[in-house]
């Protein structure tokens, strides 16, 4: 059996905090506001990943109310979303993500962002596609106000 699902996350640029992306620190002026690490990219993978097994939504199962997610590397979100599918007999087979920045340039720094998830994930590079646009300057990713994800998620039993 094989199932997909959808992810989508945004969070907000400010000063002061590390800009975390696919799991791995981007040198930038501005990071993103969050209760964990705040990365967008992951959040909206686990989103997808959780929704295809039909677990609900990465809020439910790591909410921003707690102690225990306060700060979190989103690498161990990851992780145990990996898990938590798992436990209905589902393995990943494939990923495929889109980040939406004005800045900075993700193109160069994606095949790390590929690396860190497949070692997290415990998967072939290949199996994740991640890609990045602008919003040519509209909205508030055009104002770098903030940056948005979304991911599709297959899995299989």
């Not at 799991?23 to 002026?29: C, F, Q, R």
């Not at 921003?64 to 979100?77: N, V």
């Not at 990851?78 to 007999?89: F, R, V, Y």
Request: glycine residues 10%; charged residues 20%.
């Amino acid at each position: 059996m094989i199932r997909v699902g959808m992810g989508y996350d945004v969070h907000q640029l400010v000063p002061g905090r590390e800009l975390w992306m696919g799991g791995i620190k981007l040198e930038h002026e501005l990071g993103l506001l969050g209760h964990s690490d705040a990365d967008v990219l992951i959040h909206a993978i686990c989103d997808a990943i959780l929704g295809a097994a039909n677990m609900r939504d990465i809020g439910y199962h790591f909410p921003d109310t707690s102690a225990e997610t306060e700060g979190m590397d989103s690498k161990i979100i990851l992780k145990k979303t990996i898990d938590l599918i798992a436990t209905k007999g589902y393995h990943l087979v494939n990923i495929d993500a889109t980040i939406c920045a004005e800045r900075p340039k993700m193109n160069p720094h994606i095949p790390a962002m590929q690396q860190c998830m497949a070692q997290v994930i415990g998967c072939d590079v290949d199996a994740i596609s991640i890609k990045a646009t602008t919003t040519e300057k509209l909205g508030f990713t055009g104002r770098q106000e903030g940056i948005s994800a979304y991911a599709v998620a297959l899995i299989s039993k």
